[in-house]
């Protein structure tokens, strides 16, 4: 099994970005996707989340500004972010769960940088 995270950069404040999270050796269309984020020094936070079937979930200091969405035919998730602020900084991660966590990975991490 494989995932892997892509599309982080360097970015000007209020610009966007789309990261991509493509799984491979596993059924994809069966797990629950979420992207967390690390910024230096702090704790992990949820970013966004997709269930199987299609059920978004944001935290309220993302909402509206981030949408998570899901190809099961080409097995990756994607996470467009938009009006990006330098609080966004941080490293993204995507994860993939089912079967109640016996089915868990993580992606490598893609490093979202948003200058002011």
């Known amino acids: 099994v494989q995932l892997q995270a892509s599309g982080g950069g360097l970015v000007q404040a209020g610009g966007s970005l789309r990261l991509s999270c493509a799984a491979s050796?596993?059924?994809?269309?069966?797990?629950?996707v979420t992207w967390v984020r690390q910024a230096p020094g702090k704790q992990r936070e949820l970013v966004a989340f997709?269930?199987?079937?299609?059920?978004?979930n944001y935290p309220d200091s993302v909402k509206g500004r981030i949408a998570i969405s899901r190809n099961n035919a080409n097995n990756t998730a994607f996470l467009e972010m938009n009006s990006l602020k330098p609080e966004d900084t941080a490293v993204y991660y995507c994860?993939?769960?089912?079967?109640?966590?016996?089915?868990?990975?993580w992606g490598q991490g893609t490093l979202v940088t948003v200058s002011s």
């Open positions: 050796g596993i059924d994809f269309s069966i797990h629950d």
């Open positions: 994860n993939i769960r089912a079967l109640a966590g016996i089915s868990n990975y």
């Open positions: 997709i269930t199987s079937g299609g059920t978004t």
